[in-house]
């Protein structure tokens, strides 16, 4: 039943780096302050260093969920975040403890907490376009990097984007790699699921997994993140599925008001069904929108740019970078 190998069949990978610490936390860290958030399995809490007076995250992982022994896909989140150890927008791990319940991840604390709290503000405390654009190439640097080193995150969402600050507006750090996946592999990873209304079709089709996969809801996550709504969202699970998977969009100006057209070309660009028409990370990082001159946007007022969309170079179909199939 458990494949003893490095990496299993749908890329998980269950060998570490990282020494796992056996001697009680406690000893070493205080626990400060309340929760800093919470998932299904896990609590996360922030914590100082005894030694060395630092702050960090501890993430508390129950190794036993729903009757289930769950220890090699928590070792799997911490194979994925040494593999990703050397990009700045990916959260730091520090050290791992155990103990006979859980396992405790201690990480670099994003103290401005999540996006979602942003992108669900009202006016004055939600992000102007530009923000957005900062934050975009940001995710796309990590995304690109983690990609480039066949790992896809497959839980990319606004709850799983912290900020190193709120006010002022810090740096992103993408957290939470409890669905990630080694890619690498010869045979598929068709079986995970992550939140219904950041899925990208292919998922909930049951057809193979691909980086592309988190190009999708990096569409999704651009879209919450100028309009403040998630775009596939539906009375319930049955109609977000159906949404996703007609891409049935509102794209029209008055959920875009005040941004430019260019936003809008670059979410169609990842919201393609078939994930071949999607761009790459590296491809948005090039798109004309993610150069813009932040100065020429206009964040308050109606949307001048939406009547003369050719500020760039002709950059008329964005389509299908890799449209040649291996
Ligand atoms: P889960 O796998 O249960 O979703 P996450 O890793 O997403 O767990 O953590 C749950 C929540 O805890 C996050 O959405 C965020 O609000 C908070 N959190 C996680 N990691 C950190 C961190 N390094 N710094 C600050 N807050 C964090
Ligand atoms: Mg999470």
């Known amino acids: ?14 060998t570490i780096l990282t020494r796992i610490r056996t001697e009680p936390f406690k000893t070493f860290y205080d626990l400060v302050g309340k929760e800093l958030g919470r998932g299904k399995f896990a609590v996360v809490k922030k914590c100082v260093e005894k030694a060395t007076g630092n702050v960090y995250a501890a993430k508390f992982l129950r190794k036993r969920r729903k009757g289930q022994d769950c220890r090699a896909d928590i070792l799997n989140e911490i194979a994925m975040l040494e593999a990703a150890k050397s990009n700045p927008y990916v959260v730091e791990l520090h050290e791992v403890y155990e103990t006979s319940s859980e396992i405790i991840l201690v990480l670099e604390c994003a103290a ?3 996006i979602f709290n942003q992108c669900v503000a009202d006016n004055d405390e939600a992000f102007t376009e530009a923000d957005v654009i900062r934050l975009a190439r940001q995710i796309l640097e990590g995304i690109s990097f983690l990609h480039r080193n066949n790992v896809v995150h497959l839980d990319l969402k606004p709850q799983n984007i912290l900020l190193t600050s709120a006010q002022p507006l810090g740096d992103i750090r993408i957290v939470d790699f409890g669905l990630s996946r080694r890619m690498d592999d010869k045979s598929e990873v068709r079986e995970i699921l992550g939140t219904p209304e950041y899925v990208a079709p292919e998922v909930l089709s049951y057809e193979p997994i691909s ?19 998630s775009p596939f969202l539906g009375q319930d699970k049955q109609e977000t599925y159906l ?3 007609q891409v049935n969009v509102d794209y029209s100006q008055d959920t875009f008001q005040g941004i430019s057209s260019l936003a809008v070309e670059f979410i169609q660009s990842l919201l ?7 761009s790459t990370a590296d491809d948005c990082l090039n798109h004309p929108w993610l150069n813009t001159n932040p100065h020429t946007l206009n964040p308050t007022t ?7 969309p050719e500020t760039s170079q ?8 890799d449209s040649s199939p291996e």
Not at 1 to 14: C, E, R, Y
Not at 211 to 229: C, F, K, N, P, R
Not at 272 to 278: G, L, S
């Open 211 to 229: 980086t592309a996969t988190d190009m999708w809801s990096i569409g999704v996550l651009t879209y919450v993140m100028l309009t403040g709504e």
């Open 1 to 14: 039943m458990l494949d003893s190998s490095a990496m299993n069949k749908n890329g998980m990978v269950t």
């Open 314 to 321: 002709s950059e008329s179909e964005p389509e299908s970078p």
């Open 302 to 308: 109606t949307p001048t740019t939406l009547e003369e």
């Open 272 to 278: 393609h069904v078939d994930p071949r028409n999607r």
């Open 112 to 114: 401005g907490g999540e």
């Open 243 to 245: 949404n996703i998977s």
